[in-house]
């Protein structure tokens, strides 16, 4: 079975500053798929990026870009130009690719975001 | 619809009696899935259908839980003879896909306390 690891319970940080979120996972599989959720205080699970193991090349979107490592089994988020809206708890979550697979989530890191 | 939408947002019940939670997904979406998220957790699997087939319910924690999609489209999660481990927030995600996956798009999803 897989695992998703979040260490870090809080993070805090500035408007404008940089921030980055740890995750780890464990699998025994070669393919699958890494995704970072954000969940706002009103609860509806946002996807931010989505990372697929096979490329090697980091995904980004905009202000969110991940650093994967795949053969150390960590995918940490990296939120630039921090901005209020971002302030949510982040969800780290493991799909494989086989079938339909659900997802696997961490216990989540709850951003905060001071002016 | 635009998402997905379930009702309630929120649920009071005194332990032992029956709930039903209603999940509508994104129209035309085969894909559809139940969570369970505890108090500051991680969402957890429950179950997922595809179309109105059960393919996988090895997440319901207790012959309590019951889920069904008859006709493809709305679900229903009903939890008989509530308990307090119960309380958690039930979260629905939809994805177009079948097989192989697709991005889950979450609902908002139903706050329930037992008493």
């Known amino acids: 079975a897989q695992t998703v690891t979040q260490s870090q319970p809080e993070m805090s940080v500035q408007e404008a500053e940089t921030v980055t979120l740890s995750c780890t996972y464990d699998t025994s599989e070669s393919d699958y798929y890494l995704f970072w959720y954000k969940q706002p205080p009103s609860r509806q699970m946002i996807l931010v990026i989505r990372?697929?193991?096979?490329?090697?090349q980091n995904a980004t979107e905009n202000r969110f870009s991940v650093n994967f490592q795949k053969a150390a089994k960590s995918f940490s988020l990296k939120i630039s130009d921090s901005q209020l809206g971002d302030a949510a708890m982040y969800f780290c979550a493991y799909r494989s690719r086989a079938g339909y697979s659900t997802l696997t989530f961490g216990k989540g890191t709850m951003l905060l975001v001071s002016p | 619809g635009a998402g997905v939408s379930q009702s309630p947002r929120y649920k009071v019940a005194k332990r032992g009696q029956d709930v039903a939670l209603r999940c509508d997904p994104i129209s035309g979406h085969v894909s559809l899935f139940w969570y369970q998220q505890a108090l500051g957790q991680g969402p957890e699997f429950l179950t997922y259908f595809q179309n109105e087939a059960q393919l996988d319910k090895s997440g319901l924690p207790s012959d309590r839980f019951f889920a069904e999609r008859p006709e493809g489209s709305v679900s229903t999660l009903k939890i008989q003879r509530t308990q307090q481990e119960d309380s958690a927030v039930y979260l629905c995600?939809?994805?177009?896909?079948?097989?192989?996956?697709?991005?889950?798009?979450f609902g908002p999803g139903t706050r329930l306390t037992v008493l």
């Open positions: 990372q697929e193991a096979y490329k090697q």
């Open positions: 995600a939809s994805s177009l896909a079948g097989l192989a996956g697709g991005e889950q798009f």
